[in-house]
């Protein structure tokens, strides 16, 4: 099993680009999630998923999209990109509540 | 809302000595899971272990192991016979045993570095 990827792992954009963070996981998992982790800070929810074609916000949504169309793929959306979207971001998975999460290997995303 | 608190921003441990890394946190919660997490420079999260809050005994997985006290709301990590491979970044992680919470998601702290020193 590949677990969950991400792709990709590093990506630059300029301000007002925008741009898709894939995530997919491979072990049926409901529950997925989408991290972002500023330096020198812990992760935050973006947004996450119950199942197929549900999907709600996190803490920090602003400038953020999602859509869950497979159990397999989450896919995060940055529309307009700004500086403060600089960070890492963190794709998780959960197969049933409370259990467990599991990560990608995450991708920096770097906005000049 | 809950909260995570890790106070201690870096610590050090000679190799084959034992370290401790303090966690507190707020919640109003009776039912919850409790997790340390080990971020190395690859960044890739790694579980280290898990507490489920309504069992008393504290959760070991060979050389880590927990102190878990309820009534204090502190969760600190025991890292037994520190090897180099340990260095790393640990996060604390609560997370709530309903799926109320933004699905159950993780809260983390702000994280503790760890140096092993050879």
């Known amino acids: 099993n590949a677990g969950v990827t991400q792709t990709p792992k590093f990506r630059i954009l300029k301000i007002g680009q925008s741009m898709t963070l894939q995530c997919t996981q491979d072990?049926?998992?409901?529950?997925m999630y989408w991290y972002r982790q500023d330096p020198g800070m812990g992760l935050k929810l973006i947004y996450y998923s119950v199942g197929a074609g549900i999907t709600d916000k996190g803490e920090v949504p602003n400038g953020y999209n999602v859509s869950r169309s497979t159990t397999e793929d989450f896919p995060l959306r940055l529309e307009l990109a700004a500086p403060s979207q600089t960070s890492v971001y963190f794709c998780?998975?959960?197969?049933?509540?409370?259990?467990?999460?599991?990560f990608g290997p995450g991708t920096r995303l770097t906005v000049l | 809302a809950q909260t995570v608190t890790q106070s201690q921003p870096e610590m050090s441990v000679q190799e084959a000595e034992t370290v401790t890394l303090s966690c507190t946190y707020d919640t109003s919660e009776s039912d919850y899971y409790l997790f340390w997490y080990k971020q190395p420079p690859s960044r890739q999260m790694i579980l280290v272990i898990r507490q489920e809050a309504y069992k008393q005994q504290n959760a070991t997985e060979n050389r880590f192991s927990v102190n878990f006290q309820k009534a204090a709301k502190s969760f600190s990590l025991k890292i037994s016979d520190s090897q180099l491979g340990d260095a790393a970044m640990y996060f604390c992680?609560?997370?709530?045993?309903?799926?109320?919470?933004?699905?159950?998601?993780?809260?983390f702290g702000e994280g503790t570095q760890l140096t092993v020193n050879p």
């Open positions: 998780a998975s959960s197969p049933l509540v409370p259990d467990t999460q599991y």
């Open positions: 992680a609560y997370r709530s045993a309903g799926v109320e919470t933004s699905g159950s998601r993780l809260t």
């Open positions: 072990m049926n998992h409901n529950y």
